[in-house]
């Protein structure tokens, strides 16, 4: 897609070329709305409309890191992991983490600020093919609205009472829309459309297909609990769509495995050479600091949490009820040095969390053994913990995917799965539950947790044996809807750990309160002063505080969500 950027480039200025009196061009890098009323135009758009899909644009406002696309930052709200680094670098989004939030916070107003960007590219391809006659549009027409259906889905989960902006109001400049209630309906609305009105394949990797909007559609009903919906749209993907797990866990961070059969929709980021403007920009504070190779900065670090529900039992299931209590944290280094004496966790772990989390003992990425604190940007003092994130991170020798920049920062080419065939199949698992499906439950639970079972383990530096005691085995049965809720909601934080998913998880379960509140609690065993650093999670965190900026802006037509 992004060659197509170049190719169209090229065609537009072949156009203009053959005027015959230059002076009627516009001014160079602009086009005339004449020369954009055409399909080349829509497509020129389009590509403008998807390239938002990364957060990042020219004049930011806010936080630029806030911007990002992969939500990296909405796991440090949840129990998965810490902002990481020392905790004055970007004290905006310590804020953020120890649930002390403003309605200035510059991360709120970065994170709004470029969701409608992308609605606003979205509605002008959309009011674009509206001004077209003769053509053939359509398809075009169900990308755009597939596209503004996920921002204004991103707007709705992240800030709840949101205004939508139609195309309408794009064509009369009319953006200052009040935020009176939730937008489902026109989000459900985009994507049915897309549903009915897109392919059933597409010729480039990333475009979305009918099948794709059909697992989107049912991840929308999923988020507002209409369980029969969502379950009806992902058993027909899972059970008719084009998608399946690849045999590999790793497959789906590196870049030989992008785009593959389990890569439903995902943000196609490059690395071309040094600091490419295609990598994931936002996301270049979230690598080791120095680690193996010299990178920054430290940001992203996995909780304790996150790693001691990765515990099985001898008989390689979760531990559900007690993976976190106290005296059974996995064993960490947390306030040691690497030279003094450690030795790694010896229990039974879920062998995905070595791909997940680097930890102390154990091969990082194919860098060789994590020493230690040394690879850690933080001190004992800030409340980051021991840990490294290891998905978001290239693999040792994946160069296609490596962009670095001057200060060490990566532009890192890794795509991000927004949905992967994993995630479609736990989703479809969470509906089967609700819907006391719980013969389906169990297959598609299994389904993931038997690619677990037969992937390939992370192995110790002789490379002769397994890294760690890796015990991981199918469930034999879900005996009561109960249990099965319980497995399939640990179920999706193990496979999709450090992917930006699991606030919006807890959100849609309705016990974020409760769990984050007791996350604090239970992190300040090994991160001491964690506890008194972090503020009670109340229920009005469970959505973002519309901008202050942005009610300033709107002359007081937007309102504030309760609680700020």
């Known amino acids: 897609m992004k060659k197509n950027i170049i190719y169209l480039l090229t065609l537009f200025v072949a156009i203009s070329a053959c005027s015959d009196d230059f002076t009627e061009l516009p001014a160079i890098g602009s086009l005339s709305d004449e020369e954009v009323q055409n399909e080349d135009g829509v497509e020129l758009l389009l590509i403008g409309a998807y390239s938002t899909l990364d957060g990042i644009r020219n004049n930011l406002s806010g936080n630029g890191f806030a911007a990002s696309g992969d939500n990296w930052w909405f796991d440090v709200i949840a129990d998965d992991a810490h902002k990481g680094s020392t905790d004055g670098d970007q004290a905006d989004l310590f804020e953020m983490e120890v649930y002390n939030w403003t309605t200035a916070n510059p991360y709120v107003l970065g994170k709004w600020s470029s969701i409608f960007a992308g609605v606003n590219r979205a509605n002008a391809v959309i009011a674009l093919i509206a001004t077209i006659e003769g053509a053939d549009l359509n398809a075009q027409l169900a990308e755009a609205r597939f596209l503004r259906g996920h921002f204004n889905f991103e707007l709705q989960r992240i800030y709840g009472n949101v205004p939508y902006i139609s195309e309408d109001d794009y064509a009369n400049t009319e953006f200052n829309q009040t935020n009176s209630g939730p937008i489902w309906d026109e989000i459900e ?230 949905i992967r065939f994993a995630d479609v199949l736990l989703m479809g698992a969470e509906a089967a539950v609700e819907t006391n499906d719980l013969a389906s439950a169990l297959t598609w639970v299994n389904l993931v947790r038997n690619r677990a079972k037969n992937m390939e383990y992370v192995q110790n530096e002789a490379g002769d044996a397994d890294a760690a005691n890796y015990v991981i085995e199918p469930y034999t049965s879900f005996d009561d809807q109960a249990f099965a809720r319980k497995a399939v909601r640990h179920e999706r934080r193990l496979e999709l750990g450090m992917e930006g998913h699991r606030l919006f998880d807890l959100r849609r379960w309705g016990n974020s309160v409760e769990v984050i509140n007791e996350y604090i609690v239970n992190e300040s065993r090994t991160i001491t002063n964690f506890g008194t650093k972090a503020n009670t999670f109340e229920a009005k965190h469970d959505m973002l505080p519309i901008p202050l900026t942005a009610i300033d802006l709107s002359g007081g037509i937007l309102e504030q969500n309760p609680g700020y």
């Open 189 to 418: 609305a985009d994507f049915q459309f897309a549903v009915d009105n897109l392919p059933d394949s597409q010729g480039l990797p990333g475009k979305p297909s009918s099948w794709t909007a059909k697992a989107y559609l049912g991840k929308v009903y999923l988020q507002q609990n209409e369980w029969t919906a969502a379950f009806d749209l992902l058993e027909d993907v899972i059970n008719n769509g084009p998608y399946s797990l690849n045999s590999e866990f790793l497959a789906n961070f590196e870049s030989e495995g992008e785009n593959s059969s389990e890569a439903v929709f995902s943000i196609q980021f490059t690395a071309d050479s040094g600091q490419s403007l295609n990598g994931n920009i936002g996301g270049v504070l979230n690598f080791p600091n120095p680690g193996p190779f010299g990178s920054c900065c430290g940001f992203y670090q996995p909780s304790q949490d996150l790693v001691n529900a990765f515990q099985t039992d001898v008989d390689g299931l979760p531990l559900l009820d007690t993976f976190n209590e106290a005296n059974n944290d996995v064993t960490n280094d947390y306030g040691i040095e690497d030279e003094d004496a450690f030795t790694p966790h010896t229990g039974p772990l879920d062998p995905r969390l070595d791909y997940t989390v680097g930890r102390r003992g154990i091969d990082y990425n194919g860098y060789g053994t994590f020493p230690g604190h040394s690879w850690i940007r933080a001190t004992f003092s800030d409340i980051s913990g021991p840990y490294l994130p290891a998905k978001n991170v290239y693999q040792s020798g994946d160069s296609d995917n490596q962009g670095t920049g001057a200060w060490g920062q990566q532009h890192s080419g890794i795509n991000y799965h927004i």
